[in-house]
């Protein structure tokens, strides 16, 4: 992560990474339940935004917090750490757990959200025949392959040979913390979030990579429907790490 600084905040106690980037506007990404692939693609935003990548806690170099149990318990934790960064009006860009996470915060907090970016998200239902795939029961010799188009864009950031320790360690404390938070993968969406989506009036990007194997990429005609001021983007030879992939993605958010 060389196009970062990094500081270490403690929210509630618990101590949590912010890689930081830029100057202007505030724009904080929040990511997936899983951080292995990195957020190289997010130095970009920083030519126009002073780009905020916090590591939820569970995840990445952040401390855990037992006490965070669901998304909602997220929110809080950025509503605590937004207040301590003094972003009182951000955009802000969630992708698959982070859309989720950024869909509630954009509906409770709608006040301090400029523009929402939703990457792939999970959160509301969807349509019989376009599951979200339950990446937690998933080999991990088969992950790659589910979350990207071309599975080198995953194998890359992975170690060769053996894998060390503290690399095995995160990748564990990563999927006991997406298992805690989302069910064990059967809480992935909430029942009653579609009919809060209605507040959601500011400017909504919706993103998708249209070979989306995790998410498959059908599952935007849901979020445009319920979505009062949505575009959205499908972008080719892309998966579920459509930013990784696809250039003209983050191309396209900063442009939003």
């Keep these: 992560m060389t196009h970062f600084t990094r500081r270490t905040l ?13 100057s202007g506007p505030p724009l904080v990404y929040l990511h997936g339940a899983g951080t292995v692939s990195g957020f190289d ?3 970009a935003w920083s030519r126009k935004f002073h780009v905020i990548v916090p590591y939820h806690p569970g995840f990445g170099a952040s401390a855990d917090d037992p006490a965070v149990t669901d998304i909602h318990d997220y929110v809080l934790h950025y509503v605590e750490l937004f ?17 989720f996470i950024a869909t509630k915060f954009a509906i409770e907090h709608g006040a301090r959200i400029e523009k929402l970016v939703l990457v792939c998200p999970i959160g509301i239902p ?5 599951p979200t795939v339950n990446f937690l029961v998933v080999l991990p010799e088969d992950l790659p392959a589910l979350l990207a188009h071309d599975p080198q864009t995953v194998i890359k950031h992975l170690p060769s040979g053996a894998p060390p320790p503290e690399f095995i360690a995160e990748r564990v404390k990563e999927a006991a913390t997406a298992g805690r938070v989302l069910g064990g993968g059967n809480r ?32 935007h005609t849901a979020w445009a429907s319920a979505l009062p001021n949505a575009t959205v ?7 579920h790490l459509v930013l990784d992939e696809a250039p003209d993605a983050v191309t396209t958010i900063a442009d939003f």
């Design 10 to 22: 403690k929210v509630n106690g618990i101590d949590t990474v912010v890689l930081e980037a830029g």
């Design 41 to 43: 693609f997010a130095a």
């Design 83 to 99: 207040d301590m960064l003094e972003l009182r009006r951000l955009r802000l860009v969630g992708q698959s757990m982070g859309g």
């Design 126 to 130: 969807v349509p019989p025949g376009q």
């Design 188 to 219: 992935t969406f909430d029942e009653k979030l579609p009919r809060y989506l209605h507040r959601l009036t500011m400017p909504t990007l919706v993103v998708w990579g249209k070979q989306d194997r995790l998410t498959p990429a059908a599952q």
């Design 233 to 239: 983007k499908l972008f080719d030879n892309a998966g």
